[in-house]
T-cell receptor, first 115, second 114 residues
Framework: DTGVSQDPRHKITKRGQNVTFRCDPI?????LYWYRQTLGQGPEFLTY????????KSRLLSDRFSAERPKGSFSTLEIQRTEQGDSAMYLC?????????????FGPGTRLTVL | AQKVTQAQTEISVVEKEDVTLDCVYE???????LFWYKQPPSGELVFLIR??????QNEISGRYSWNFQKSTSSFNFTITASQVVDSAVYFC???????????FGKGTSLLVTP
């Protein structure tokens, strides 16, 4: 069983450009989460999906951010018109949820640098 | 409101020393889950343990042990006979029964030197 994978691992972009990240969760997991982590801080929740439905979005997720999980498998996170403040590590996690919470397993993250 | 406090920002120990990482949490929920994750320099968060609020039994896994005390809202993590490979940032996190997102502390950076 492979773990959570994310692509790309690193992304450098210029301010104003759009970027898209991909996350492939553990195959039997029905929940998928996106978090953002800045230097010296713990990860902060952005959004999550149960199967293909996006059930919650954080206030951190401005209207420049959009996430999808079209078939309940992989997910994409797009940032439009990037700003320098978007520079962070974007982490994806997945878990299997059936009424009780199980641990979330994290991918290696995508490190975004906005110049 | 939920909050996790890891008061120790950085800890430095010499190999083979024991070290305890503190975690204090706040929640109004009666059912919740506590977690510890390790983040080595490579960046990937590695799950270490989950503890349910209704199970106060302490746990030991090799050199790792966890002490959960509901009375003091603490979930401390002890590494016995630390090794250089234990060097990482360790995060404590809280998730309520009715919630979905992990609430992380700011992490404790552990440096183990030879």
């Amino acid at each position: 069983d492979t773990g959570v994978s994310q692509d790309p691992r690193h992304k450098i972009t210029k301010r104003g450009q759009n970027v898209t990240f991909r996350c492939d969760p553990i195959s039997e997991h029905n929940r998928l989460y996106w978090y953002r982590q800045t230097l010296g801080q713990g990860p902060e929740f952005l959004t999550y999906f149960q199967n293909e439905a996006q059930l919650e979005k954080s206030r951190l997720l401005s209207d420049r951010f959009s996430a999808e999980r079209p078939k309940g498998s992989f997910s994409t996170l797009e940032i439009q018109r990037t700003e320098q403040g978007d520079s962070a590590m974007y982490l994806c996690a997945s878990s299997f949820y059936r009424g009780l919470h199980n641990e979330q397993f994290f991918g290696p993250g995508t490190r975004l640098t906005v110049l | 409101a939920q909050k996790v406090t890891q008061a120790q920002t950085e800890i430095s120990v010499v190999e083979k020393e024991d070290v305890t990482l503190d975690c204090v949490y706040e929640t109004r929920d009666t059912t919740y889950y506590l977690f510890w994750y390790k983040q080595p320099p490579s960046g990937e968060l590695v799950f270490l343990i989950r503890r349910n609020s209704f199970d106060e039994q302490n746990e030991i896994s090799g050199r790792y042990s966890w002490n959960f005390q509901k009375s003091t809202s603490s979930f401390n993590f002890t590494i016995t006979a630390s090794q250089v490979v234990d060097s990482a940032v360790y995060f404590c996190a809280l998730l309520s029964r009715s919630g979905y997102a992990l609430n992380f502390g700011k992490g404790t950076s552990l440096l183990v030197t030879p």
